[in-house]
């Protein structure tokens, strides 16, 4: 069955040093989103992209935060410099949508992190 | 601002009974809705999707739709413990998807 991927799995770190998320969707799938997840709440979207432009990063930190799709398959997200409030589930999704297909999206199993 | 509103709960309801779920949502244009389902330290997975007025029935799940109204909601029949999870809301217009905060179901054995 097809899977987004994603690593790491956790991931801790100290405040102001850099981190570097990845994300392969599933393949096929047009649009890949990064979503930010704190405890007790719905995921927020940090960035999305159809193929390999970004629709939206409206919410991201771009002060301290970058993402990029080059070829429009994989991308990463990065923390550049980290801080306590980031810590969270960072999740990526991919969905067909922007070919003609669903936009329900499918989840990898998130990467969390601790900012100490 | 769009909105995606769900009650946080917890919902607790017997094991065997019909849980209810419910979510509104702000903005009438909305076309896609979807539901997830959460376990703790896990992420969301993909349940039901909804795309029409009327109810939409998978298993023991069942999704309604209003747009009248402007809600949809999640039915789950014949609840089960291994149903405890918190389920998200999500709705879709253009490109662009908002979830919900969740609801918390505790399915009491």
């Known amino acids: 069955e097809a899977e987004v991927a994603q690593s790491p799995r956790y991931k801790i770190t100290e405040k102001s040093q850099a981190v570097a998320f990845w994300c392969d969707p599933i393949s096929g799938h047009a649009t890949l989103y990064w979503y930010r997840q704190i405890l007790g709440q719905g995921p927020e979207l940090l960035v999305q992209f159809q193929d390999e432009s970004v629709v939206d990063d409206s919410q991201l930190p771009k002060d301290r935060f970058s993402a990029e799709r080059l070829k429009g398959v994989d991308s990463t997200l990065k923390i550049q410099p980290a801080e306590l409030g980031d810590s969270a589930m960072y999740l990526c999704a991919s969905s067909q949508a922007g070919r003609g297909g669903l936009n329900e999206q499918f989840f990898g199993p998130g990467t969390r992190l601790t900012v100490l | 601002q769009k909105e995606v509103e769900q009650n946080s709960g917890p919902l607790s309801v017997p094991e065997g009974a019909i849980a209810s779920l419910n979510c509104t949502y702000s903005?009438?244009?909305?076309?896609?809705f979807f539901w997830y389902r959460q376990y703790s330290g896990k992420s969301p997975e993909l349940i039901m999707s909804i795309y029409s007025n009327g109810d939409k029935e998978d298993g023991r799940f069942t999704a309604q739709l209003n747009k009248a109204s402007q809600y949809v909601s999640l039915l789950i029949r014949d609840s089960q413990p291994s149903d405890s999870a918190t389920y998200l809301c999500?709705?879709?217009?253009?490109?662009?998807?908002?979830f919900g905060a969740g609801t918390r179901l505790f399915v009491k054995a």
């Open positions: 903005d009438r244009g909305s076309q896609s």
């Open positions: 999500a709705v879709n217009w253009g490109f662009k998807t908002i």
